[in-house]
């Protein structure tokens, strides 16, 4: 009896564990190829329409009305990153696909879009980096040949890396209907972001060689001289405006920061951010949710993006804590396990929701990706 016994409790832990296995396999989404491959930009919308490329590819690809289409007049060259204003889209493009080489900053307005026409010159220093835009401002990021970091406490300080004397960095800015572009603050860090509040702008930046980063502000002439109150020193993945005039920044360690220029407030999450940053809107068009792109260990599964809820009006919560898609009593996905499967194991570096609610992200090295059909693909 006792051996019958046995092996009757054998079968049933067989039995369960095999439908464990079945249930995993049912989870498991069939991957298909990516149409935008690589590194996507991330993507921006401007008048309705998601313009998105690959990084290092030569095509602006376009989202509107539930289909994917092309601009009539690309930027030329390689194109590093896209951004827009209220009425222009800016493309920072090299013809060589290095960064510190010669990169040139063209601009298109929404007229010349609809009319097939042309893009124009902005220009930019020859090392500029990152690119963003807010309101009716265009800024860049660029690494600079001479000059020294300043640590925390103001003392200088130079940085060795990889044999080369690099200084540090430095923003440049112009209005959306630029010709050309003026440095706004020298002897930074590394842009990582834009926000508007309708009053004032706000610029992220990190510390890519362990110093100064934090959030600060542009009033549309001077760059202040020091990061707002409770942003000095964090390493800012990038910055996003809610719609109750507050802006809130993700820092690499962890912090998400909400605020203005008055101060910025820290909530401490555990998490890495890659510095995606998006807004989700439920059927009625309510803003419910932030989205910020997620970055686990080297072998993690643990990537893709999280979410967190947001009050009534869209301001920020911080009641609220971040949760992975599909657990929280809002989410922009119906299936966690399908998600598991799929976009978790990619970091978000881009994240957008289209006006006909489908919901990109872009990824490192995987593609574009499309939330479709109740789970994450690549977008065919």
């Known amino acids: 009896m006792k051996v019958w016994g046995i092996l009757c409790v054998a079968a049933v832990l067989v039995a369960c564990n095999q439908d464990h296995i079945f249930f995993s396999i049912a989870q498991e989404v069939d991957l298909v190829d990516p149409k935008i491959n690589g590194t996507p930009t991330t993507p921006v919308e401007l008048d309705g ?5 690959s990084k290092l590819g030569g095509t602006v690809h376009t989202y509107a009305d539930g289909a994917w289409g092309g601009m009539a007049k690309q930027p030329g060259g390689h194109i590093l990153a896209l951004a827009v204003t209220e009425g222009y889209l800016f493309a920072l493009t090299t013809f060589n696909g290095d960064p510190a080489g010669s990169v040139t900053l063209r601009s298109i307005g929404l007229t010349e879009i609809q009319n097939n026409g042309d893009w124009k010159t902005v220009g930019a220093p020859r090392r500029s980096q990152s690119l963003y835009a807010a309101g009716t401002r265009v800024f860049v990021g660029v690494m600079t040949d001479t000059g020294t970091f300043k640590d925390d406490d103001g003392t200088e300080a130079v940085v060795e890396v990889s044999s080369t004397r690099v200084s540090g960095f430095e923003i440049w800015g112009g209005t959306e209907d630029a010709t050309d572009l003026a440095c706004l603050k020298e002897k930074t860090t590394f842009l990582t972001g834009a926000a508007f509040d309708g009053t004032t702008y706000y610029l992220a930046v990190n510390r890519p060689y362990a110093h100064g980063g934090g959030i600060y502000t542009f009033d549309g002439s ?3 001289n020091a990061a707002v109150s409770g942003s000095k020193g964090l390493d800012m993945a990038g910055i996003l405006a809610l719609g109750d005039n507050s802006v809130v920044g993700a820092a690499r360690n962890g912090a998400l920061l909400y605020g203005n220029s008055g101060g910025f407030t820290p909530l401490l999450t555990g998490v890495t951010f890659t510095g995606a940053m998006g807004l989700w809107k439920n059927e009625s068009g309510e803003v419910r949710l932030l989205l910020l792109g997620a970055q686990g260990g080297s072998t993690s599964t643990t990537h893709g993006y999280r979410e967190m809820a947001l009050g009534s009006d869209g301001a920020f919560d911080a009641a609220s804590r971040l949760s992975s898609p599909g657990s929280g009593e809002n989410s922009t996905i119906t299936n966690a396990d399908k998600y598991e499967s799929s976009l978790r194991r990619h970091p ?10 489908t919901l990109f992200a872009a990824t490192v090295k995987n ?14």
């Open 222 to 224: 001077t760059v202040s």
């Open 367 to 380: 593609g574009l990706w499309a939330y479709r059909n109740d789970e994450w693909n690549a977008e065919e």
């Open 348 to 357: 978000v570096v881009g994240i957008i929701q289209a006006p006909d609610r």
């Open 49 to 53: 329409t998601v313009y998105v490329a």
